[in-house]
């Protein structure tokens, strides 16, 4: 075995499928004796830890469940997932779908915020066979375009405040 | 009306990777093996494992809540670490009908199967990427039939 080889195989070992890009969706409940203001510690952490990792992704919420779309390395998305699966704020996560992937959905080094609100109720029900939104009982296609729809709703809503910021502001450019 | 607590009936397969804990005996692998049997069975879940000293890589099919339940607990399992799932997604119909096992011996037959899917003879699953792991595993499985430990559920 040449040198080169005993350094590659050695290499090998320690490999992870870095250059693997995944994205992981998950759903899960969220644990109802968190603090007030624990969903903005959950964000302000997921922000400051999925930006230096190169993780992307979306979070919906709604008060009992969450949903969430995560994308990135393999080795990371599954270094984030076993801390998930231990953290008390929330429990019985279940992973709809982990899949390898060409390109990210989310280019955003951090979350989307996105609460399903009275305005966005209508659009978790138009997905769901129940009469209670419950993400458990929707398959992966179902969840899948929630998420979509609402990230699109979101982009419409930022996009419309842009237009009524400068329609205020004359030519003030969006931030 | 649904049970809020109540889950979909939907049948998904999940493949994972992971490192073999240094310390585990082979009594705890055969251990492992028992168990992993008598539970799965139990809970509806069927696959294929294949591992050697130093890893796993292992394919469970079943509803969606169960495949769920059981990565936790693979995930917080001290005989090995460093879980990655490779591939997780909803199914039609199962690939495996039963629970099947095979210890990853490098036989000439074998790297030959390991050096089809990755870039080295030696078996390391975290080199694979999922269409290649999933393949891996089926043509392990397709091998005569004494060289797999296969038990009919």
């Known amino acids: 075995m040449s040198l080169a080889e005993a350094a590659a195989e050695k290499n090998a070992k320690f490999l992870h499928g870095e250059h693997i890009l995944t994205r992981m969706t998950y759903i899960s409940r969220y644990n109802s004796h968190n603090d007030n203001d624990e969903l903005n510690k959950i964000l302000d952490q997921a922000r400051k830890n999925n930006s230096s990792r190169g993780i992307t992704g979306v979070l919906v919420f709604n008060h009992d469940y969450f949903l969430q779309s995560i994308e990135g390395r393999r080795p990371l998305i599954n270094e984030l997932l076993r801390k998930l699966v231990k953290d008390p704020r929330h429990f019985s996560l279940q992973i709809i779908e982990a899949r390898e992937i060409d390109q990210r959905r989310w280019t955003h080094w951090d979350m989307n915020y996105l609460t399903p609100t009275s305005r966005h109720k209508d659009k978790a029900l138009q997905f769901s066979g129940a009469s209670q939104f419950n993400p458990y009982l929707m398959s992966k296609r179902q969840i899948m375009m929630l998420i979509e729809t609402l990230t699109k709703m979101q982009e419409q809503e930022a996009k419309k405040n842009v237009v009524e910021k400068r329609g205020l502001f004359g030519l003030r450019k969006a931030s | ?153």
Request: glycine share 4%; hydrophobic share 40%; charged share 20%.
């Open chain 2, 1 to 153: 009306m649904y049970d809020i607590h109540s889950d979909a009936h939907i049948l998904i397969s999940l493949t994972y990777a992971s490192r073999a804990n240094p310390d585990v005996s082979s009594q705890d692998f055969k251990q492992i093996l028992d168990q992993a049997q008598e539970n799965n069975l139990a809970a509806g879940i069927t696959g294929m494992l294949t591992f050697n000293k130093e890893y796993f890589l292992q394919t469970i099919e079943g509803p969606r809540a169960q495949i769920n339940g059981l990565l936790a607990k693979l995930i917080g399992d001290r005989r090995h670490y460093d879980l990655q799932v490779i591939e997780c997604l909803e199914i039609s119909a199962r690939s495996w009908a039963e629970w099947s096992m095979n210890y990853a011996t490098p036989t000439t037959e074998n790297n030959a199967i390991y050096l089809r899917y990755s870039t080295t003879k030696d078996f390391n699953p975290y080199l694979l990427n999922a269409d290649s792991a999933r393949a891996l595993l089926r043509d392990l499985a397709a091998k005569p039939k004494k060289a797999v430990v296969s038990r009919v559920a």
